[in-house]
């Protein structure tokens, strides 16, 4: 067998593996480019295969750093099968109309403007677009084994977010290990991955690979974030992923408020799709650690803005309260809006709480930047930018070595570190390498391994 690395390799988005046996090509994750505009002009290119030669594609989890390009892909004439997990899929039909959605609203904002290069600026692909390729999607159970040619594959928990799984291929005498993003042991949502059986190679993840999760108290700091806010008067802006991330911070502040941690003010969850995504996380419930009682403490104390003249209207309040709004890394959706009125108030507060890519406008305000740009003009930064580092869905290198040596990978197993920036990916190499006792290498673009 053949593994072509197509993305997820020096960098943490762009996740495409194509694998090839004998007779069967597959491709693992079919996800975007995001961060540095070098990076999302690879989304543009042509995949260097076959697009009528493709059997199938097996998608770990529904980020679109794993699941975005599925579009592109249908865009350029693919019509065969996507297998994932139910609830993967059900995601999916949320997050990717939406890509497509603000890949169309971002096309025609520069066009207005004047901003793009190009006359009539293209998104990359449109609403219906994503709508369409759904069709493509069949449920796969975990546990269950299904074939693809002469490839068998089957779907095992990673935790991480609703739906997300690690995919075990096996064929020509060999089985291979696609981890997916792993998640925590200790995570407040989901459930911890579950260990995986013996391998001649994984591809494993390493986006967390030069960081452990900070040891304090998660929900402490949050409380201090949140009464430091009030206390100045301000508002506290919360820029968050979709998936998993806007639900625990529901989760979390509805509890903290009902223990008398926080004081009761209004949440206000400014995103149409997390909103949509908590209905699925309730549909789910065997997945999460969430209770009935958790999920209806939450519906509880936020305040759900579907519409733009609900997200408008936020404007007009002046007193302090909460807006949780896509996107996490600050390159989209509703937060926008919100930042260009609110970061030049010194008593708001910008509070980050999860990984931010370099390239992105997150990145780049933790870098030290004092002003950020948002459609076409700088805004100045002069609230108090917070970071909360225990809400990551990303195992790190301590929790991947624990579920490493909780599986049934022998000594010298054969690793390829995908999914990460260059530091991590080769800071947890050598980690790997000096207490675990596997065979370890860092996977690079467009190289082709034999297995």
């Given at each position: 067998?053949?593994?072509?690395?197509l993305?997820?390799?020096?960098?943490?988005?762009?996740?495409?593996?194509?694998?090839?046996?004998?007779t069967?090509?597959?491709?693992?994750?079919c996800?975007?480019?995001q961060?540095?505009?070098w990076?999302?002009?690879r989304n543009w290119e042509a995949?260097p295969?076959?697009?009528?030669?493709?059997?199938?594609?097996?998608?770990t989890?529904s980020?679109?750093?794993h699941?975005?390009?599925?579009?592109?892909?249908?865009?350029?004439?693919y019509?065969?099968?996507v297998?994932?997990?139910?609830a993967t899929?059900?995601?999916?039909?949320i997050?990717?109309?939406?890509s497509?959605?603000i890949?169309e609203?971002d096309?025609?904002?520069?066009?207005r403007?004047?901003?793009?290069k190009?006359?009539?600026?293209?998104?990359?692909?449109?609403?219906q677009?994503?709508?369409e390729?759904?069709?493509?999607f069949?449920?796969v159970?975990?546990g269950?084994?299904?074939?693809?040619?002469?490839?068998?594959?089957?779907?095992?928990?990673?935790g991480?977010?609703?739906?997300?799984?690690?995919?075990?291929v096996?064929?020509?005498g060999?089985?291979?290990?696609?981890?997916?993003d792993v998640?925590?042991?200790?995570?407040i949502l989901m459930y911890?991955?579950a260990?995986?059986?013996?391998?001649?190679?994984?591809?494993?993840e390493?986006?967390?690979?030069?960081?452990?999760?900070?040891?304090?108290?998660?929900?402490?700091e949050?409380?201090?974030?949140?009464?430091?806010?009030?206390n100045n008067?301000g508002?506290?802006?919360?820029?968050s992923?979709?998936?998993?991330?806007?639900?625990?911070?529901?989760?979390m502040?509805?509890?903290?408020?009902?223990?008398?941690?926080?004081?009761?003010?209004?949440?206000?969850?400014?995103?149409?799709?997390?909103?949509?995504?908590?209905g699925?996380?309730?549909?789910?419930?065997?997945?999460?650690?969430l209770?009935?009682?958790?999920?209806?403490?939450?519906?509880?104390?936020?305040t759900?803005?579907h519409?733009?003249?609900q997200?408008?209207?936020?404007a007009?309040?002046?007193y302090p309260?909460?807006?949780?709004?896509g996107?996490?890394?600050?390159s989209?959706g509703?937060i926008?809006?919100?930042?260009?009125?609110?970061l030049?108030?010194?008593r708001?507060?910008?509070l980050?709480?999860?990984?931010?890519?370099?390239g992105?406008r997150?990145?780049?305000?933790l870098?030290?930047d004092?002003?950020?740009?948002?459609?076409?003009?700088?805004?100045?930064?002069?609230?108090r930018?917070?970071?909360?580092?225990?809400?990551?869905?990303?195992?790190?290198y301590?929790?991947?070595?624990?579920?490493?040596?909780?599986?049934e990978?022998?000594?010298?197993?054969?690793?390829?570190?995908v999914h990460?920036?260059?530091?991590?990916?080769?800071?947890l190499?050598?980690y790997?390498?000096?207490?675990?006792?596997?065979?370890?290498?860092v996977?690079?673009?467009?190289?082709?391994?034999?297995?």
């Open positions: 067998m053949n593994i072509v690395f993305g997820g390799t020096e960098t943490v988005t762009g996740s495409k593996f194509l694998l090839e046996s004998g069967t090509k597959v491709l693992i994750d996800g975007l480019f961060g540095y505009k990076l999302r002009k995949l295969i076959d697009i009528d030669a493709l059997d199938a594609v097996v998608l989890h980020h679109l750093d699941s975005g390009y599925i579009p592109r892909l249908y865009q350029q004439g019509r065969g099968p297998y994932t997990h139910a899929r059900d995601l999916c039909g997050l990717l109309p939406d497509g959605h890949q609203e096309a025609r904002f520069l066009g403007h004047k901003l793009s190009h006359e009539n600026p293209e998104p990359l692909y449109d609403r677009t994503a709508e390729c759904l069709t493509l069949e449920q159970n975990f269950e084994v299904f074939t693809v040619g002469d490839i068998r594959i089957r779907f095992q928990p990673a991480h977010i609703l739906g997300a799984a690690s995919i075990i096996e064929a020509e060999k089985r291979i290990g696609f981890s997916g998640g925590r042991f200790e995570d911890p991955p260990p995986l059986p013996a391998l001649d190679l994984l591809l494993l390493s986006t967390y690979g030069d960081r452990r999760h900070a040891e304090t108290d998660t929900w402490e949050l409380a201090r974030i949140v009464n430091e806010t009030v008067g508002v506290l802006m919360v820029p992923f979709a998936v998993g991330r806007a639900q625990a911070l529901q989760h502040l509805a509890k903290l408020m009902d223990e008398g941690r926080i004081p009761t003010l209004p949440i206000f969850l400014d995103s149409p799709m997390a909103i949509d995504v908590s699925i996380y309730h549909q789910y419930a065997d997945q999460h650690r209770s009935d009682a958790d999920c209806a403490r939450m519906m509880k104390a936020v759900y803005t519409s733009v003249e997200s408008k209207a936020l007009e309040l002046n309260h909460i807006i949780i709004a996107s996490g890394m600050i989209g509703r926008l809006h919100h930042m260009k009125r609110l030049p108030g010194h708001n507060t910008l980050l709480t999860g990984h931010q890519a370099g992105t997150g990145a780049r305000l870098a030290g004092k002003s950020i740009k948002i459609h076409g003009e700088y805004y100045p930064c002069k609230a930018l917070a970071k909360l580092d225990g809400l990551s869905g990303h195992g790190d301590l929790d991947l070595e624990r579920w490493l040596k909780s599986s990978l022998k000594p010298g197993t054969s690793i390829q570190l990460g920036e260059p530091e991590a990916a080769d800071r190499r050598l790997l390498q000096d207490n675990a006792g596997f065979t370890v290498d996977a690079q673009y467009r190289s082709i391994l034999r297995v």
